[in-house]
């Protein structure tokens, strides 16, 4: 080939070019123009563009260059148009992620306008949307100017927040259909979340108007939204989505043009997995099952009926497309025999047009008379083109790597910002620390243990600052008043974030972790959580960090960190700090010091959009006041307040080193002047921080004027020796007015005479439901409402560590974790969905997409049935959960849904079965634990390792027998507040342990093996294959029935063996079974019934009963202990289930094994279905 040769290809997309608008339309009768096609069509021009340039001789080929560079640049500029008309739809977006709000897939040839309504078609492509940002990226950085001015730079940047949380984002993907059933249900796709993050890793620090450009043309991309999608694009690869275990869309995010996956192992297993289920004699299918334009597929129907798919079952039709791919893979990974293989097989079944041009088809369909043949031998029969030809996608591709495999372009030509180097080892990364003493009393304590710590006026002049500023900061990133674009909602920053420094203003900011903010949740609270939650920022610093410098971590050491007795630093914290000094902590390598000597190594970011211009202010002051009052009044996103505040606070901060300094030559009465009038300022700055929500004002603030403790009015007296008393309380009586009625003034003076921190919860808990959190007290004046009191209360309450109130008291405040939702989508994005509350349905609610915060949480209060402490326990085990399986996600293997509420319940079994005590005494343990001890538990149980306590250690477990009698005596007050929280739901399935855990728990040698069914039914955790081997015995059976519920052979139909949809459908009915131990053995002996798929029989019955099978086997278990004279109150059956008690606790293999009598119950169910001699039963 020459550069002629391919530029004759060009000739079509010259002719089909809008002169208008630049966009190329789907085909010459339909004027619609689809953002994926013209990004993929329009890459053979730009990559012809590049081989002129390079190999321009001529003033005629310098020309051509050029003529092709402008067409790029207007079909690029043409779908920013249609963006800009739309830029409503991204504001909304950004905030709703709904379908109703999203950018159009396509528009108007002609106009840049839509051409079918919201509803009416699967817009919500992230991938699409990803693709047109990458390669604005990639051009831009070749030398091609697309974006012109600082409204289409805000715009760019919008469209960065528009697909930032593209990891937890359902979408309709890149075949437009969402679930493979193409019934419009959106699913979470590997395809867009690769292109998403490919899109935001090219387009960070990218300077849009080029070499010419200036800082206020440069667009940001958070690095822990970009690590959001590497981490689930880890755990779902080589699946594409919950319905498509596989899929040749993928091949764009793992080679080009994407290059999203960073580890060569999952890149090659992906690649491998196509090839071997997708790959036929001309090309690949797109995904099993995939019924588009077969033969059999009904043209007048939009949608198809579940139990359809199975009849496009090895006739899917193969697209060459795919084969493009593969050759540009090969030229990327440097294998020509792969290049060589493809382009000869591409080669031998393409389509000769006019003047011998070789053009691409659509795809290969099985002609209509030989369905049967090759369903029933795939792969030959001669197909027949079908769709469009050439397929302009598919066209493009295949020129680009005419003109990377015949030597006109090098591969970095096309690929300016290096992201074919994705899967190349990093090096290292050394993590560093610097610690930030409160004050010069806790530097001083460090000292004397060997640590070096700094204070925040030994750190000056660089400003340390909470991460919530950091939020408030980069929300005003890409606001835009002409253009009503709002900016970056406002969300939390993650720890690559805040591992950084930043130039504001000509001020260096570095900014405190997030988890070390303990007036959002309680969590922060626990110095071993602190503790725990450094390790795992720690290391995930070290697999994570992808930026130019060393992450730089800012720690501060606060007196929430000192023992009880606030004379000594914490233990664990101390521990903590000693090992960060030796270099190594959690797997991860550290190196202590000062901030100022790390700012030569560390990563660096200039936010030049925060730079105050004083003439932008004086000249334009009053027109950007009054556009910033129209769009108060008219978007509601966009609040005025938020950014005078912001802007307030920062000029406000940044003006105090030159306030500090009064000058000595002043009179007596301009000193005082002066100084009052500093005073005021910085109380000023105070009030201002605390409108932004930042707490802890004196650790950011660089002045001693509020480091002095002082005493500040408190809610009542207090006395720590009264909480600690053991003795049993006396019951409270409340006190009554005329009518009978509850007499709130005088219980307000209760209150206030109280001395007791669990008396005061109760009375505020009376208040709370009685007169509600804005009802005033006026316990010291006008303004102490109740919410302000259980403020206060739970201050307190944090400084003593005493987490059944804390808890409680969090409750009622209506306190959630910051980052619930985000741990909610990690969960979600692992594959994993959640039910809130306890069984059975509907109180259990179950969680299959990601949500937003205030959505989430009502739909957990309502899960709870308003339980405020349930609630609360909730968020506290998600969030551990998602800790969980960011660090340990083995420990989640074969497990597809998690009931906290089930989950809770286990915990409480765990403790009683420990501490051998009651329900309500382990209920009130674990109320009673530390954030630490209960996530130390639930990972215990996660792992399935004995959990035992000690009597002699709290530190080292999470209660006593004696210690749960001393929490229970001591929260005999509370009492009342725990019976009306309902904390007895807890207990419930305390129930199920009756007289088998009374006999069992005598010895430690029994109840292991009911233990570990009794987790197992709870974590929803089967053997591996489990799923897969369900399928197969339902192709031979009608179907399973559990406890009345069907699961159907028709099953099969819809649903291959290896999609996550299929095993959560199984899920879902084994579900129906409220008791853990009982649905195990219904999974048991499902298992037994799955061996059966290997016997070579055509059908083993109609509807097979499961619970029937295991009730069989209780029975023959039954008979033969009795025979062997077992004793009476052993041989105990359920009275809900009818099971014989003891054989949850048998062992599974053994003479006397669950499995040995399940097998002979199965075999005993379906014999006279099976062939002669296929199972023989002792």
Known sequence: ??????????????????????????????????????????????????????????????AKAYELEQSVVKLMRGLLQCTIRQLDKVEKFKYSKSTKDCLHAKYHTGTCATVVGDQEWGHLQVDATSIFMLFLAQMTASGLKIVYTRDEVDVVQNLIFYIESAYKVADFGMWERGDKTNTGIPEINASSIGMAKAALEALDGLNLFGAKGGPESVVHSLADDIQHCQSILSSMLPRASTSKEVDAGVLSIISYPAFAVEDIDIVNITKEEIISKLQGRYGCCRFLRDGHKTPREDPNRLYYESSELKLFENIECEWPLFWTYLILDGVFINSPEQVQEYREALDSILIRGKNGLRLVPELYSVPPDKVDEEYVNPHTVERVPVGKCPLKWGQSLYILGNLLAEGFLAAGEIDPLNRRLSTVPKPDVVVQVSLLAENDEIKQRLQSHGIDAETLEDVHPIRVQPSRVLSHIYARLGRNQRLGLTGRPYRRIGVLGTSKFYIIRNTIFTFTPQFVDHHEFYLALDNHMIVEMLRIDLSYLCSRWRMTGRPTITFPISHSMLTD??????????????????????????????????????CCAHLTFMDYSEQHDFHFKDLIIFFLFCWKVTNKHFCLDEVDDLAVYLDQLLAVPQQSLISATKGGLSRFRAAAKKTQEMVSLVHKARELNIHNVHMYLPTKLFLLSRPSPTVMTFSPAKASETQAPQPMNLPRDNNGGIDYPALVQMLKQSQNLQDQTDILYILFKDKGMDWDTKLHGKGWTVRRLLSDLYEMAGNLKHWG????????????????????????????????????????????????????????????????????LTQEIMVFLAMSIRTQPKIFSEMFRLRIGLILQ?????????????????????????????????????????????????????STKTEVKVASKQGGDIKLVRKCLGLGQLCLNMMAIGSLGATLMRDSRHGQWLRRRRLDGALNRVPVGFYQNVWKILQKCHGLSIEGFVLPSSTTREMTPGEIKFAVHVETVLNRVP?????????????????????????????????????MASDMFYNDQKELGADESLLERDHVTGICRLMYDSAPSGRFGSMTYLSKAVASYVEDFLPSGACAVQ
């Open 1075 to 1111: 008791q853990p131990e009982y649905r195990q053995l219904l999974v048991e002996a499902i298992l037994v019934l799955t061996m059966l798929a290997e016997v070579d029989v055509q059908s083993v019955g109609g509807v097979i009963q499961v619970e029937r099978i295991v009730q």
């Open 805 to 872: 109130l804390i808890r409680m008291i969090c409750g009622m405040l209506r306190k959630k974790v910051e980052e619930l939702d985000a741990a909610c989508s990690d969960l979600l994005i692992h594959q994993k969905h959640l039910t809130v509350g306890l069984p059975p349905e509907p109180r259990e609610k179950t969680i299959s997409a990601p949500m937003p915060p205030d959505k989430l949480t009502r739909l957990i209060d309502e899960a709870s049935e308003n339980n405020l402490t349930i609630a609360i």
């Open 1 to 62: 080939y020459s550069l002629t040769d391919n530029a004759i290809y060009m000739v079509p997309y010259d002719i089909l070019q809008d002169p208008v608008t630049g966009l190329l339309p789907g085909d010459e009768t339909l004027p619609h123009a689809w953002v994926r096609d013209n990004v993929y069509c329009i890459l053979s021009v730009w990559a012809l563009s590049l081989a002129y340039r390079k190999n321009a001789d001529r003033d005629e080929d310098k």
């Open 565 to 602: 007795d606030h004379k000594q630093i914490d233990p664990a914290v101390l521990a903590t700090l000693k090992k960060l000094q030796d270099g190594y902590f959690g797997g991860a390598r550290v190196k202590t010091g000062k901030l100022s000597a790390f700012l030569d190594t560390s």
């Open 906 to 958: 286990v915990m409480v079994t765990e403790l009683a079965q420990s501490l051998n005590c009651s329900g309500e005494e382990a209920t009130e343990s674990l109320m009673n634990m530390s954030p630490s001890e209960m996530k130390n538990l639930l990972v215990h149980i996660l792992s399935g390792k004995e959990f035992g306590v000690q009597k002699s250690d709290m530190s080292k477990s999470s």
